[in-house]
C-alpha cells in the first residue's frame, strides 16, 4: 500500500542572481510524520520551505502540498512558523493570534475565542491583552507558535523553531510537537540542530549545498556509520594483538576500532584465549550527529557547488 | 477570488485598526495645521514687516471754535481713509512750537490760524502731510462759514445695492479654487503614499510579510495594504471636512461661500475630488508600493521613492499650468495622462459645469488604476520577499546578497 503523503517534491530548483540555492530537491514527507529537514546554515533549507508554502515559486520542478500543486490553496489548513519572527509589536497578543488565524480562514471572533483558550491552556492569560512589546522573548515565541496552530491545520512546518528558546521552552516545544501529530496533524520542521531531530523525527532529509544528500529514517541516518569499539586491556602485548582489526589505533591506552562486520563475539573468544585481561569494552552506536557531520563532510569534500560569478 | 478579497480585508482591517489608533494618526490629522500656522505666523511677521511705522502727531494751535470745526474734520477724513494714512492731530489751545518740537511732543506743528496757516516740522512729515492738513483746514473753515450762516447740512443716507460678480470675478474665484484642489490633492496624496511606504518597511523588517505570504496570495497583501491606508485617509478626510464645515458655518458666512461656488456645485465638487482623490492615491500609491518592495531598508526607500516624489510635482506642475486652459490642449493631455489627471479634472470640476467629462475620467481612471496595480502587485510579488536577491533596483545601486 502506498503511504499518504503530505508534501511531496520533485527536483526543486530556485536561483538568485546567478546562485543556485536549491538545485534539485527531492521531498516524501509522510502524512502525520514528524520530518527533519537538517542542513548547515545557508544549505537552502529556508528556500526549500518557502517553496514548498508557495511563498516563493520554484524556477523547475514540482510541489504537492496536501494535495495541491497550488499550496496556497492550501494555505488555511498549513500552519508556518518561519525563522525570523515576525509579530507586530503594538498588537495585544490575542489579536496576533487571531489575525494569524483570520489570515488563515477563521471568522475573527471565533480566532479571538481559540486565542484566548490557547493562551490559557499555555500559562499565558494574563498577557492576553498586553502589546508584544511588553512580552518576554520566550513569551512572545510562544505567541508566534500559537498563531501557527490556531486554526488547527493538518500541516505545520518549523523553520528553526528552537532557535532563541531556553531549554524549559525547548522541551514545551517538542512537547507541542507531538501533541499536534497526536491529533494527525504533519510536522515538517528545519533545524541545524541536531539533537532536536534525533529526539523528534521519523525521517529526516539532510540538505547539503542545495541538494538532499541523504533521506531515510534516522536510524538509517545512523547506520550508514560503523559502531566504535573502545577495548582496555590489561597487558599490552600478547598473540591476541593479531586478532584486532587492521585499522585499530591506540589511543590513551585504549584501542579504539569500527565494530567488525562478524560482530563482536568472535574478537572477544581470541582476546580471551590470548588472556589479554579485558578491563573495559564498550560498543558506542554513533549519533545523529556523526552522521550529520560524515554526511555534511562528504558533501564538502565532493566540492558543494560553485558560488556565484562576481557581476 | 472572493478568498483573495477576504484576506486582503483581513490585512486591510489590521492595518486600519493599526494605522488609526497611533500618535502618527494624530499627527496625520494635524498635518494641515502645519501650513495654516506657517501662513499665519509668516503672514503676521510679513505683514508685521510691510506695516507703516506709527503715524506721526502733528499739534495744531488753534482757539476753541476752530478746534470744533477741526475735530469734525479729523472724524470725517479717519472715516474715508482709516486711522493708518492719518496723522495723530492733537489740537493745543496754545503753546511754544519751538518748545513742542525740541521735546519730541509731535512731528510737526501748525500755527498761524485762521488765517495765515504754516506747517512746521521735519521736512518728510512736513511734504508728506501737508495737502492733507491743507484739506482739514479748508473743510474745517468751510464749515465755519456754514455754521456762522446758518445752513445746516443733512446727511445723505446711501442705500447699497449688491449685483452678482462679473464673469471675470468668478472666473478668477473658480481658477483659485481649481488650485487650492490640486494643491490639496498633492498634499494628501504624498503624505499617504510617505506613510504606505513606511507602514510596509515596518512589516518587512518585522518580519510579518512573510507570515502574511505563507497565507494569502501576494496580490491579496498589496490590496489590503492599499484599501487599508485609502480607508484611512478617507478617515482624515471625513474628519477634516467636519472641521472645516464647522469652522466656515462658524465663522463664514453662508452668502461667501456661494460667491466662490464651483462649476459643478459643492456637493458634486465634493464629491468628484474625493473619487480623484482616491483615484491619485491609487494610481501613486501602487506604483510606490511595487517599488517600495524592491527596497531593503530605509535609505533605500528614500533613495528609491525620491524620482517618484519629484515625478509628482512634475505631474501637479503639469496639471496646474493647464488650469486656465480648460479645454485647452494641454488640459486634455493632462486629462489624458493618468497620474495628473485628477489634478486636471478637479480643476475643471471648479471651473467648468459639464458632469460628462467626469464621467469618461473616472471610467479612464478606473482603467488605468486597474492596470497600475496589477504593475505594482507584480513588482511587490517579484520583489517583497527577496531578502536574499537582487532586485533591478538593488542592482542598480549595486548591492547583492545570498539566499537563506
Same mark, same amino acid.
Given at each position: 500500500?502506498?503511504?499518504?503523503?503530505?508534501?511531496?517534491?520533485?527536483?526543486?530548483?530556485?536561483?538568485?542572481?546567478?546562485?543556485?540555492?536549491? !538545485?534539485?530537491?527531492?521531498?516524501?514527507?509522510?502524512?502525520?510524520?514528524?520530518?527533519?529537514?537538517?542542513?548547515?546554515?545557508?544549505?537552502?533549507?529556508?528556500?526549500?520551505?518557502?517553496?514548498?508554502?508557495?511563498?516563493?515559486?520554484?524556477?523547475?520542478?514540482?510541489?504537492?502540498?496536501?494535495?495541491?500543486?497550488?499550496?496556497?490553496?492550501?494555505?488555511?489548513?498549513?500552519?508556518?512558523?518561519?525563522?525570523?519572527?515576525?509579530?507586530?509589536?503594538?498588537?495585544?497578543?490575542?489579536?496576533?493570534?487571531?489575525?494569524?488565524?483570520?489570515?488563515?480562514?477563521?471568522?475573527?471572533?471565533?480566532?479571538?475565542?481559540?486565542?484566548?483558550?490557547?493562551?490559557?491552556?499555555?500559562?499565558?492569560?494574563?498577557?492576553?491583552?498586553?502589546?508584544?512589546?511588553?512580552?518576554?522573548?520566550?513569551? $512572545?515565541?510562544?505567541?508566534?507558535?500559537?498563531?501557527?496552530? *490556531?486554526?488547527?491545520?493538518?500541516?505545520?512546518?518549523?523553520?528553526?523553531?528552537?532557535?532563541?528558546?531556553?531549554?524549559?521552552?525547548?522541551?514545551?516545544?517538542?512537547?507541542?510537537?507531538?501533541?499536534? *501529530?497526536?491529533?494527525?496533524?504533519?510536522?515538517?520542521?528545519?533545524?541545524?540542530?541536531?539533537?532536536?531531530?534525533?529526539?523528534?523525527?521519523?525521517?529526516?532529509?539532510?540538505? #547539503?549545498?542545495?541538494?538532499?544528500?541523504?533521506?531515510?529514517?534516522?536510524?538509517?541516518?545512523?547506520?550508514?556509520?560503523?559502531?566504535?569499539?573502545?577495548?582496555?586491556?590489561?597487558?599490552?602485548?600478547?598473540?591476541?594483538?593479531?586478532?584486532?582489526?587492521?585499522?585499530?589505533?591506540?589511543?590513551?591506552?585504549?584501542?579504539?576500532?569500527?565494530?567488525?562486520?562478524?560482530?563482536?563475539?568472535?574478537?572477544?573468544?581470541?582476546?580471551?584465549?590470548?588472556? %589479554?585481561?579485558?578491563?573495559?569494552?564498550?560498543?558506542?552506536?554513533?549519533?545523529?550527529?556523526?552522521?550529520?557531520?560524515?554526511?555534511?563532510?562528504?558533501?564538502?569534500?565532493?566540492?558543494?557547488?560553485?558560488?556565484?560569478?562576481?557581476? | 477570488?472572493?478568498?483573495?478579497?477576504?484576506?486582503?480585508?483581513?490585512?486591510?482591517?489590521? !492595518?486600519?485598526?493599526?494605522? *488609526?489608533?497611533?500618535?502618527?494618526?494624530?499627527?496625520?490629522?494635524?498635518?494641515?495645521?502645519?501650513?495654516?500656522?506657517?501662513?499665519?505666523?509668516?503672514?503676521? #511677521?510679513?505683514?508685521?514687516?510691510? $506695516?507703516?511705522?506709527?503715524?506721526?502727531?502733528?499739534?495744531?494751535?488753534?482757539?476753541?471754535?476752530?478746534?470744533?470745526?477741526?475735530?469734525?474734520?479729523?472724524?470725517?477724513?479717519?472715516?474715508?481713509?482709516?486711522?493708518?494714512?492719518?496723522?495723530?492731530?492733537?489740537?493745543?489751545?496754545?503753546?511754544?512750537?519751538?518748545?513742542?518740537?525740541?521735546?519730541?511732543?509731535?512731528? %510737526?506743528?501748525?500755527?498761524?490760524?485762521? !488765517?495765515?496757516?504754516?506747517?512746521?516740522?521735519?521736512?518728510?512729515?512736513?511734504?508728506?502731510?501737508?495737502?492733507?492738513?491743507?484739506?482739514?483746514?479748508?473743510?474745517?473753515?468751510?464749515?465755519?462759514?456754514?455754521?456762522?450762516?446758518?445752513?445746516?447740512?443733512?446727511?445723505?443716507?446711501?442705500?447699497?445695492?449688491?449685483?452678482?460678480?462679473?464673469?471675470?470675478?468668478?472666473?478668477? !474665484?473658480?481658477?483659485?479654487?481649481?488650485?487650492?484642489?490640486?494643491?490639496?490633492?498633492?498634499?494628501?496624496?504624498?503624505?499617504?503614499?510617505?506613510?504606505?511606504?513606511?507602514?510596509?518597511?515596518?512589516?518587512?523588517?518585522?518580519?510579518?510579510?512573510?507570515?502574511?505570504?505563507?497565507?494569502?496570495?501576494?496580490?491579496?497583501?498589496?490590496?489590503?495594504?492599499?484599501?487599508?491606508?485609502?480607508?484611512?485617509?478617507?478617515?482624515?478626510?471625513?474628519?477634516?471636512?467636519?472641521?472645516?464645515?464647522?469652522?466656515?458655518?462658524?465663522?463664514?458666512?453662508?452668502? %461667501?461661500?456661494?460667491?466662490?461656488?464651483?462649476?459643478?456645485?459643492?456637493?458634486?465638487?465634493?464629491?468628484?475630488?474625493?473619487?480623484?482623490?482616491?483615484?491619485?492615491?491609487?494610481?501613486?500609491?501602487?506604483?510606490?508600493?511595487?517599488?517600495?518592495?524592491?527596497?531593503?531598508?530605509?535609505?533605500?526607500?528614500?533613495?528609491?521613492?525620491?524620482?517618484?516624489?519629484?515625478?509628482?510635482?512634475?505631474?501637479?506642475?503639469?496639471? %496646474?499650468?493647464?488650469?486656465?486652459?480648460?479645454?485647452?490642449?494641454?488640459?486634455?493631455?493632462?486629462?489624458?495622462?493618468?497620474?495628473?489627471?485628477?489634478?486636471?479634472?478637479?480643476?475643471?470640476?471648479?471651473?467648468?459645469?459639464?458632469?460628462?467629462?467626469?464621467?469618461?475620467?473616472?471610467?479612464?481612471?478606473?482603467?488605468?488604476?486597474?492596470?497600475?496595480?496589477?504593475?505594482?502587485?507584480?513588482?511587490?510579488?517579484?520583489?517583497?520577499?527577496?531578502?536574499?536577491?537582487?532586485?533591478?533596483?538593488?542592482?542598480?545601486?549595486?548591492?547583492?546578497?545570498?539566499?537563506?
Amino acid at each position: 500500500m502506498t503511504q499518504e503523503l503530505a508534501i511531496e517534491a520533485k527536483a526543486l530548483v530556485k536561483q538568485f542572481d546567478g546562485f543556485r540555492a536549491v !538545485d534539485g530537491v527531492d521531498l516524501a514527507v509522510p502524512a502525520g510524520a514528524i520530518y527533519g529537514v537538517l542542513g548547515p546554515n545557508g544549505a537552502g533549507k529556508t528556500t526549500t520551505l518557502r517553496m514548498l508554502l508557495g511563498i516563493i515559486d520554484p524556477d523547475s520542478g514540482e510541489r504537492k502540498v496536501l494535495g495541491n500543486r497550488q499550496p496556497l490553496r492550501a494555505a488555511n489548513r498549513i500552519g508556518y512558523l518561519p525563522e525570523e519572527r515576525g509579530l507586530y509589536p503594538t498588537m495585544q497578543a490575542r489579536e496576533a493570534i487571531a489575525f494569524m488565524g483570520a489570515l488563515r480562514g477563521l471568522k475573527l471572533g471565533e480566532a479571538r475565542e481559540r486565542a484566548d483558550r490557547l493562551l490559557a491552556e499555555h500559562g499565558l492569560a494574563e498577557a492576553a491583552r498586553k502589546p508584544i512589546r511588553t512580552l518576554s522573548k520566550g513569551m $512572545a515565541q510562544t505567541v508566534q507558535i500559537l498563531g501557527t496552530i *490556531v486554526h488547527q491545520p493538518r500541516l505545520i512546518v518549523l523553520d528553526e523553531p528552537f532557535s532563541g528558546l531556553d531549554a524549559i521552552n525547548q522541551e514545551r516545544l517538542e512537547v507541542m510537537i507531538r501533541a499536534q *501529530v497526536d491529533t494527525g496533524a504533519t510536522v515538517l520542521f528545519s533545524t541545524h540542530v541536531i539533537a532536536h531531530a534525533e529526539r523528534l523525527c521519523e525521517r529526516i532529509a539532510i540538505i #547539503v549545498g542545495g541538494r538532499v544528500r541523504f533521506e531515510g529514517s534516522v536510524a538509517e541516518a545512523r547506520g550508514r556509520l560503523q559502531a566504535q569499539v573502545t577495548l582496555v586491556t590489561r597487558r599490552t602485548e600478547g598473540g591476541w594483538r593479531a586478532a584486532l582489526p587492521a585499522d585499530a589505533r591506540c589511543e590513551n591506552g585504549a584501542w579504539i576500532f569500527p565494530l567488525p562486520e562478524n560482530g563482536i563475539e568472535p574478537l572477544l573468544a581470541r582476546l580471551i584465549e590470548g588472556e %589479554a585481561g579485558i578491563e573495559a569494552l564498550s560498543i558506542e552506536r554513533p549519533g545523529l550527529h556523526d552522521a550529520f557531520v560524515e554526511i555534511v563532510g562528504e558533501a564538502a569534500a565532493q566540492g558543494i557547488r560553485k558560488e556565484p560569478e562576481p557581476e | 477570488m472572493l478568498a483573495n478579497l477576504r484576506a486582503a480585508l483581513v490585512i486591510a482591517r489590521r !492595518d486600519y485598526v493599526a494605522t *488609526v489608533w497611533s500618535r502618527a494618526f494624530i499627527l496625520f490629522l494635524l498635518g494641515p495645521l502645519i501650513p495654516i500656522l506657517f501662513g499665519m505666523t509668516f503672514g503676521t #511677521v510679513g505683514s508685521k514687516m510691510s $506695516a507703516p511705522s506709527a503715524p506721526p502727531t502733528i499739534v495744531i494751535l488753534a482757539s476753541d471754535s476752530e478746534a470744533q470745526a477741526l475735530q469734525g474734520v479729523r472724524r470725517r477724513i479717519s472715516t474715508i481713509l482709516g486711522d493708518e494714512g492719518v496723522p495723530r492731530i492733537e489740537i493745543r489751545p496754545g503753546g511754544n512750537p519751538a518748545h513742542i518740537l525740541e521735546n519730541d511732543e509731535a512731528a %510737526a506743528v501748525v500755527t498761524g490760524l485762521p !488765517d495765515r496757516p504754516v506747517l512746521r516740522g521735519v521736512p518728510e512729515v512736513v511734504s508728506r502731510h501737508a495737502a492733507l492738513i491743507e484739506w482739514m483746514l479748508s473743510d474745517a473753515r468751510r464749515d465755519r462759514a456754514l455754521d456762522k450762516a446758518g445752513i445746516v447740512t443733512r446727511p445723505i443716507a446711501l442705500k447699497q445695492d449688491f449685483i452678482a460678480a462679473p464673469r471675470h470675478s468668478e472666473q478668477n !474665484d473658480r481658477s483659485t479654487l481649481a488650485r487650492a484642489g490640486q494643491l490639496l490633492l498633492l498634499f494628501l496624496t504624498m503624505i499617504l503614499t510617505g506613510m504606505l511606504l513606511s507602514n510596509m518597511m515596518e512589516e518587512k523588517s518585522s518580519k510579518v510579510i512573510e507570515i502574511l505570504a505563507a497565507a494569502v496570495p501576494v496580490d491579496a497583501i498589496f490590496m489590503g495594504k492599499l484599501i487599508a491606508m485609502l480607508g484611512m485617509s478617507l478617515t482624515g478626510i471625513a474628519i477634516w471636512a467636519s472641521a472645516a464645515a464647522a469652522a466656515l458655518l462658524a465663522f463664514v458666512p453662508v452668502s %461667501a461661500l456661494e460667491m466662490i461656488a464651483p462649476a459643478v456645485g459643492w456637493p458634486m465638487f465634493i464629491m468628484l475630488s474625493t473619487i480623484y482623490f482616491m483615484a491619485s492615491y491609487l494610481l501613486v500609491g501602487a506604483l510606490y508600493l511595487g517599488i517600495g518592495a524592491q527596497a531593503g531598508t530605509v535609505r533605500e526607500v528614500q533613495t528609491l521613492s525620491m524620482p517618484l516624489t519629484f515625478g509628482q510635482l512634475i505631474v501637479f506642475g503639469f496639471a %496646474a499650468s493647464a488650469v486656465d486652459q480648460t479645454n485647452g490642449p494641454a488640459s486634455i493631455a493632462a486629462s489624458l495622462f493618468p497620474w495628473s489627471s485628477p489634478y486636471a479634472m478637479i480643476a475643471r470640476a471648479a471651473q467648468q459645469p459639464e458632469i460628462w467629462p467626469h464621467l469618461l475620467a473616472i471610467a479612464w481612471q478606473a482603467a488605468t488604476v486597474a492596470m497600475i496595480i496589477r504593475v505594482g502587485a507584480n513588482l511587490f510579488r517579484r520583489s517583497v520577499l527577496k531578502s536574499g536577491g537582487a532586485g533591478f533596483w538593488r542592482k542598480l545601486i549595486g548591492r547583492s546578497s545570498r539566499a537563506a
